[in-house]
DNA sequence: CTAGGGTTAG
């Protein structure tokens, strides 16, 4: 008897030791038909310890077999049913997992313990499908109601799972939440910020938690490299080099990859190759990281190179190896070299990695082949949230925000949570759309989705708020920003410029140059154009001198281009012709384009026409230039030939735009266009305009049209037999808000000189600020006047 | 540990 039970005993430690021992799958089903022939499948241990091992190795059909077989003749404790529960989760299978904890539930007397809800959240924090984060919230609920609510384990899980979710307000909930906190909880924190790109957050995250004393590994320390690598923050990254080095984290090869991600895109190209070197034998992780380093130092050679090195050794080369090398072609500019990439990687299979696919999708997106780009995105087996984000933001890069917007709606229908990312590229679709509910609703989202910290959305806000005509509410936004970049005071300083105040544009520059900000090339295209639609010359010159003398920025052809906007605006024609002859660059289509447009306004035929003949030259294929060009044939009352330039308009296909304004009432968008009367109110805003003009009349106004010489198309001509669509708005505008109220337009194009008369009108005898965006800028009009200065 | 998605000017 005794014998026995140590026979059996033996037997089940040996077979314990061979699961344990077990490398492959073959192994395992080696032995588990041993169980099974010898009739061996009852014992507990045995099968728990099969049904983990199965697991392990994705092998999950088996592991449920084996949870079947067992429990036809033994009732299941609950360690077995966490075992496969954890299975399910880490295959993958968040559903299968919820399934088997109701049946936990339902048909044994089990109470679910702290591993039963830590594994079964963990299935939510590798799956995005439509509508699952509803089934996260609905286990976060179980785990309450189970009073688990601060337990670590299930903490992190929770937080990890929320964190997939892009859900990082939730997760802050529940890591604010934990009684106590270790070093996993935290440094699940930091790792699912960076995650979600929240760079930030993650290294004011990490640096709470190595001042608090918490202990850290050099994982978590790798984690805090990838945020200062990826905001490029030298100074941070160094001080977490030291640390790293006195934690003696360096001599993991991959925190040395981690230094040398770091430098590498910090621009500091040397120390990479230097740390680089110090490696015996570089693994293909760190190649990897030189490779990415010298394509973002558009070392493009190197790459190849070390790309080449790597195949000569027979390395294999991985997904990262392909998405690290893949912007070579991008500054190249080059399509067909995208191809080939593109081509390599369907041959290698590597086309349903999501970060390859999005990586191509981005390079498309760049090259402006969006029909590309799309039919890719269309044939991704998973769409990852990055996958998504890279088709939205090539929509609202290259001006087809509609499609942006809608791409972002189909995301929600699929309950597809956003992250900042995607806010920051809808932001940007809502400032071009000039939607101003829908920025706002996007304003609340960040709010309730706790991405205030996160500075590309921020900026991409004040800019929305900019654009959408609120401009303090976006200098609010600003102020509340604590640390601003470039971009940020950019942003603002050309807020004020498209809203014609040059003088706060001017104060703000020189708050920037105080708070040690360094000025950009693009900082002085935004304080000169600001200047520029403020008529502020002088300033505008010192500006450009100073750009040149004090701050060692060479000048581009913008630059160039905005010096005679800002001559020309003002009147100074001979100055703006001489500039283009002494600037030092070829003058091209951006320069003689400014003069022209100046050259109009002022009426100076004979040096529009001497600027026109310069664009003609270029062959430059804009319609907005031989409008102008007809319209100067016009004013020489020279009709034939103003006609024929129309028509070489039509043959080269450049179709003129049909001008129309857009309105915003509670939040409902109202379009109009020339003369429309497709309103259901078009009866009462045509008589309000008629009592508008008749008004007007009496007050002694008179129409305009032949002598107005702005690029407005076609529309001017209509004026005699058509009414601009945004006079429409405005009396829609009246009608439908309440007295005293601001009336917000957008005109797609630029608004003409009777419409501005108008406008000025209205404003006055309806004491209304009126507030038109037009293709250039923006217009204030108050008590009869207008902000620009009747100077646009 | 390496890799994919974002803001400003014209």
């Not at 190795?57 to 966490?82: E, G, H, Q, V």
């Not at 609510?149 to 997760?171: E, H, K, P, Q, T």
């Not at 490299?225 to 030298?234: C, F, G, I, K, P």
């Not at 605006?569 to 400014?594: D, N, Q, V």
Request: charged share 20%; net charge negative; proline share 2%.
């Amino acid at each position: 008897m005794i014998y026995r039970a140590i026979a059996s005993t033996v037997q089940r430690d040996i077979t314990t030791t061979l699961i344990n021992q077990s490398t492959t799958l073959s192994h395992l089903n080696q032995l588990l038909t041993h169980l099974i022939r010898h009739n061996q499948t009852n014992n507990l241990v045995t099968i728990t310890k099969l049904t983990q091992k199965f697991s392990d190795f994705n092998s999950i059909s088996n592991a449920k077999n084996l949870f079947t077989l067992f429990s036809n003749s033994n009732p299941p404790d609950l360690f077995l049913y966490n075992v496969l529960i954890r299975g399910f989760s880490r295959n993958n299978l968040p559903f299968e997992s919820l399934s088997l904890y109701y049946q936990l539930l339902k048909s044994t007397r089990l109470k679910p313990d702290n591993f039963t809800f830590a594994f079964l959240v963990s299935g939510f924090s590798g799956f995005l499908a439509f509508g699952v984060e509803k089934f996260g919230i609905l286990v976060h609920g179980q785990v309450i109601v189970n009073g688990f609510g601060s337990d670590l384990f299930v903490g992190s899980a929770l937080v990890d799972m929320y964190m997939n979710f892009s859900r990082i307000g939730y997760a802050y909930k529940v890591f604010d939440e934990m009684r106590e906190r270790d070093s996993v909880l935290w440094n699940t924190m930091v790792s699912g910020l960076v995650r979600n790109c929240c760079y930030e957050e993650s290294l004011r995250v990490f640096s709470d938690m190595v001042g608090g004393g918490m202990r850290f590994d050099s994982t978590t320390l790798a984690v805090a490299l990838t945020s200062v690598a990826e905001l490029q923050d030298l100074r941070n990254g160094m001080l977490i080099h030291c640390l790293g080095v006195k934690m003696g984290y360096d001599v993991h090869e991959y925190v040395v990859t981690g230094f040398i991600s770091l430098y590498s895109k910090c621009g500091d190209v040397n120390t990479a190759k230097l740390l680089f070197e110090l490696i015996n034998e570089p693994d293909l992780i760190s190649c990897n990281a030189m490779i990415a380093g010298f394509c973002f130092n558009n070392e493009n050679e190197s790459s190849v190179r070390l790309f080449r090195e790597l195949l000569v050794k027979g390395e294999k080369v991985n997904s990262s190896t392909i998405v690290g090398l893949i912007p070579v072609s991008c500054p190249f500019g080059y399509l067909s070299l995208t191809r080939c990439i593109h081509g390599f990687v369907v041959k290698s299979g590597m086309v349903s990695n999501p970060s390859v696919s999005t990586a191509l999708t981005t390079v498309y997106s760049r090259l402006n082949v969006m029909e590309l780009a799309r039919r890719l995105f269309d044939e991704f087996p998973k769409k990852s949230l990055a996958s998504w984000n890279a088709m939205i933001s090539g929509y609202a890069q290259n001006g087809l925000t509609e499609m942006a917007i809608s791409l972002f709606r189909e995301m929600q229908k699929l309950d597809i949570h956003p992250n900042p990312v995607t806010i920051t590229s809808i932001l940007s679709a809502c400032a071009q759309l000039g939607t101003l509910s829908m920025g706002k609703w996007v304003h609340d989202l960040i709010k309730k989705e706790k991405f205030e910290s996160n500075i590309y959305v921020l900026t991409a806000l004040v800019d929305m708020y900019a654009k959408c005509g609120n401009i303090e509410e976006a200098r609010q936004v600003f102020d509340n920003i604590t640390e601003k970049n470039v971009v940020t005071w950019n942003a603002m300083i050309s807020a004020y410029g498209l809203h014609g105040r040059g003088q706060e544009a001017l104060v703000l520059f020189n708050q920037m140059l105080h708070s040690g900000v360094s000025p950009t090339g693009v900082t002085f295209l935004c304080v000169l154009y600001a200047c520029s639609h403020a008529g502020l010359v002088e300033e505008g010159q010192k500006i450009f001198h100073s750009m040149v003398h004090d701050h060692g920025t060479e000048p581009l052809s913008e630059h160039y281009a905005c010096m005679v906007d800002l001559l020309g605006r003002a009147g100074k024609l001979e100055k703006a012709l001489e500039f283009i002859y002494k600037m030092p660059l070829e003058p091209g289509p951006a320069e003689w384009g400014a003069l022209l447009g100046a050259c109009m306004v002022h009426k100076n035929i004979d040096m529009a026409r001497l600027a026109s003949d310069k664009l003609f030259a270029m062959d430059v294929g804009s319609a907005g230039y031989y409008v102008l060009l007809s319209n100067i044939y016009s004013v020489d009352r020279n009709y034939s030939q103003a006609a024929s330039v129309r028509k070489i308009l039509r043959n080269k296909n450049l179709a003129k735009t049909p001008g129309c304004t857009l309105i915003e009432v509670n939040g409902y968008q109202h379009v109009f266009t020339s003369s429309d009367q497709s309103h259901p109110q078009a009866g009462a805003i045509y008589a309000k305009l008629e009592e508008l003009m008749e008004e007007m009349r009496e007050a002694g106004f008179h129409t305009e049209t032949s002598t107005s010489l702005h690029d407005v198309e076609e529309e001017e001509k209509e004026l005699m037999v058509k009414v601009h669509s945004e006079k429409l708005a405005i009396a829609f505008g009246l009608l439908a808000s309440e007295p005293g109220t601001e009336i917000k337009i957008i005109k797609n194009l630029r608004v003409c000189v009777d419409c501005h008369n108008f406008t000025k009108f209205v404003s006055k005898v309806t004491d209304r600020v009126i507030v038109v965006r037009d293709a250039n800028r923006f217009h204030h009009f108050k008590d009869g006047e207008c902000s620009c200065g009747d100077y646009w």
